[in-house]
């Protein structure tokens, strides 16, 4: 390439770019509103809670005081799990799952599990001094019929106006994704379990 037509490509990202930042700054003086926020990670893909956690790791940095109900773990040795537990007085985390399903093979088990972990999630929805509530694998409370939509969705509704909320979990309802302020869909190219290579601590758990 020569020297010309590299000034030449240059000039023309440059305009591009002061295009781009134009139509940025038009959205950004657009969007002034403030309102928790209703996230939900869903889909077949690796990273839904992950990716929660990490929204966590960034709420803690800013101060706010933030509450972690898993609906189906039932184990206590995740990585995450150890390491926010170091900020009690930021992070209350409560598992309550009783494992995966073809684990327990027990839907009643599963299903009053589920209810003291919605028992346990509508009081931390309740209260104002809660800035951010992680509800991990909640919608397999749905697809299995261990709780019913519409009073949560009522619940999540009524919860304080600043509160954030991220629902993690494959298949989230369409009632739930209607009332959410962003939804992620992750999709699974590849996974080394399907390699025959387990479950490896510090990425999977």
Same mark, same amino acid.
Not at 101 to 115: I, N, S
Not at 148 to 175: F, N, S
Not at 199 to 205: K, L, R, S, Y
């Given at each position: 390439?020569?020297? +010309?037509?590299?000034?030449?490509?240059?000039?023309?990202?440059?305009?591009?770019?002061?295009?781009?930042?134009?139509?940025?700054? +038009?959205?950004?003086?657009?969007?002034?509103?403030?309102?928790?926020?209703?996230?939900?990670?869903?889909?077949?893909?690796?990273?839904?809670?992950?990716?929660?956690?990490?929204?966590?790791?960034?709420?803690?940095?800013?101060?706010?005081?933030?509450?972690?109900?898993?609906?189906?773990?039932?184990?206590?040795?995740?990585? +995450?799990?150890?390491?926010?537990?170091?900020?009690? +007085?930021?992070?209350?985390?409560? /598992?309550?799952?009783?494992?995966?399903?073809?684990?327990?093979?027990?839907?009643?088990?599963?299903?009053?599990?589920?209810?003291?972990?919605?028992?346990?999630?509508?009081?931390?929805?309740?209260?104002?001094?809660?800035?951010?509530?992680?509800?991990?694998?909640?919608?397999?409370?749905?697809?299995?019929?261990?709780?019913?939509?519409?009073?949560?969705?009522?619940?999540?509704?009524?919860?304080?106006?600043?509160?954030? /909320?991220?629902?993690?979990?494959?298949?989230?309802?369409?009632?739930?994704?209607?009332?959410?302020?962003?939804?992620?869909?992750?999709?699974? /190219?590849?996974?080394?379990?399907?390699?025959?290579?387990?479950?490896?601590?510090? /990425?999977?758990?």
């Amino acid at each position: 390439m020569t020297q +010309e037509q590299d000034n030449g490509r240059n000039e023309r990202h440059q305009q591009r770019m002061v295009r781009k930042k134009d139509v940025v700054d +038009e959205k950004i003086a657009a969007a002034q509103a403030e309102k928790g926020l209703l996230l939900i990670h869903t889909g077949n893909g690796k990273g839904k809670s992950s990716s929660a956690f990490g929204v966590l790791a960034r709420a803690i940095g800013h101060g706010l005081k933030c509450a972690v109900i898993q609906f189906v773990k039932s184990r206590s040795d995740s990585g +995450e799990e150890a390491f926010f537990r170091q900020f009690p +007085e930021q992070v209350s985390w409560q /598992v309550k799952g009783e494992g995966f399903t073809w684990e327990t093979q027990d839907r009643e088990r599963d299903k009053r599990a589920a209810e003291v972990a919605w028992a346990e999630a509508c009081k931390q929805l309740s209260d104002p001094a809660i800035n951010l509530v992680i509800l991990d694998e909640f919608t397999y409370a749905f697809k299995f019929g261990w709780l019913e939509l519409d009073p949560v969705i009522e619940v999540l509704q009524k919860r304080p106006p600043m509160q954030h /909320v991220i629902i993690t979990g494959r298949a989230a309802p369409p009632a739930l994704i209607e009332i959410a302020d962003t939804v992620t869909e992750m999709g699974m /190219v590849k996974h080394a379990f399907q390699q025959g290579i387990k479950a490896m601590p510090g /990425v999977e758990f």
